[in-house]
Every structure is written in C-alpha cells, then in structure tokens.
C-alpha cells in the first residue's frame, strides 16, 4: 500500500498570506491528523478528522482550520500566516476511526512551510 | 503535556543492542505505550506498541514493567540507520491525538 501523501513538500509564503496543504491517507484509513513540528515547541496535535467531522482539536488559533472529504483526503488550511508559523506540518492517518488506543497513526513525509 | 519522561539523549555502539528506558508512571490503565521515531525531520515513523505484555516485531522489541509505570524499547542490533530521536508516548483511551514529549536522540556510532 502506498504511504500518507502530503503536497506541496515544500513552501515560501509571507507574513498575511494564507495557505493550504494537502494531506492523502493510506487508502482505506478514515481518520486523518495534523500536527505542527517547530524547534521550539516540538510536536504539536492541531486537529483531527473522521468522516469529513473534526473529532478533537488542539489548541490553536482559529486562524488554523481544516476539513475533510468524502474519499478521506484532507486539507488544512493557515489563514494570515505569521513567521511563527514557519514550521513542518505532518499528517498522520489511520484505520479504525473509533478513537481507541488501538488506532496506529501512520505519518506522511510532511510539508515545510517558511513564512517570510 | 505529555505524560513520559526520557533521557534527552543516549550513545550506542553499531552491533549492539540499543535499550531506550521510558517513564510513565502516571499511565491508566487502558492507555497504550507507543513508540515512534523521526530521522532527520522526517514523519515520525511508528515502531510498536504495548498495553502491558511485552511485544516484539521486526523492528524492535517492547518491555513494559508489571506496575506499567516504565518501559523499554530494544532495538537489539543497532545500525547507523538507526540514528534518530525516539518518541514514546502513552496514547489518550479516547481520541486520536499523540502527545509528543522531547524524546530520547539516539546516536549510533560505529
């Protein structure tokens, strides 16, 4: 099976812009999950997806957002970036979808954003 | 915050057995040890997993103490390739998300 796909790998924006990233499951995986990976702060949960409905969220700005489809794929969405969000964000699916510990979360290669 | 304390950084020697030790004392009880690394700021790469018997798989082996307050992750012949932090992480009952702490940076040295 193929892995979790993620476009673009790599990104220039600067501060006030937006952006998108996209995020494609292993096929078969239902749930998908964000995170954000800075020196500072390390790894960090931003959201999660199960059948196109956020299921949990991290704490952060409402200025990040996400969705998902029907095929499972999903973007997430930084509206007027700030340098701070310069980070690599990381997608992760998995299978079950219930929200039990049991659920391995399988990570995509990520996609490094530099805000300018 | 996350709920495990590592040592921030370990040596081993190519060939031998790397032993990565992992503190969860707060653990409940039907909450899983995970474990996951992350080369050169790749995606994190998932390992194993536990509830409370030890588990083995081509990768690693996983000892989880019979109090659950502590575990080990074996990487029983450890290569270069093998150079990368390692996370371990007990993971919420409900709900999908990890909580990373700093893991341990494994450098494998020939």
């Known amino acids: 099976k193929a892995g979790v796909t993620q476009t673009p790998r790599y990104l220039i924006k600067t501060r006030g812009q937006q952006v998108t990233l996209s995020c494609s499951p292993i096929?078969?995986?239902?749930?998908v999950s964000w995170y954000q990976q800075t020196p500072g702060q390390g790894l960090q949960f931003l959201f999660e997806?199960?059948?196109?409905?956020?299921?949990n969220k991290g704490n952060f700005p409402g200025r990040f957002s996400g969705r998902q489809f029907s095929n499972s794929r999903s973007e997430m969405n930084v509206s007027t970036l700030e340098l701070g969000d310069s980070a690599l964000y990381l997608c992760?699916?998995?299978?079950?979808?219930?929200?039990?510990?049991?659920?391995?979360?399988?990570f995509g290669p990520g996609t490094r954003l530099l805000v300018l | 915050d996350a709920k495990t304390t590592q040592p921030p950084s370990m040596d081993c020697a190519e060939g031998r057995a790397a032993n990565l030790p992992c503190n969860h004392s707060t653990i409940s009880g039907n909450e899983y040890v995970y474990w996951y690394r992350q080369i050169h700021s790749q995606g994190p790469q998932y390992i194993i997993h536990g509830l409370k018997n030890n588990e083995t798989n081509e990768m690693a082996s996983l000892i989880i103490t019979e109090d659950r307050k502590s575990s080990t992750l074996i990487l029983p012949h450890a290569t270069l390739r093998d150079t990368a932090v390692y996370y371990c992480?007990?993971?919420?009952?409900?709900?999908?998300?990890?909580?990373f702490g700093q893991g341990t940076e494994l450098s494998v040295k020939p």
């Open positions: 096929s078969g995986h239902r749930s």
């Open positions: 992480i007990v993971r919420v009952a409900k709900g999908g998300k990890l909580i």
């Open positions: 997806y199960f059948s196109e409905t956020q299921r």
């Open positions: 992760a699916s998995s299978s079950l979808g219930r929200g039990g510990s049991q659920e391995t979360q399988y």
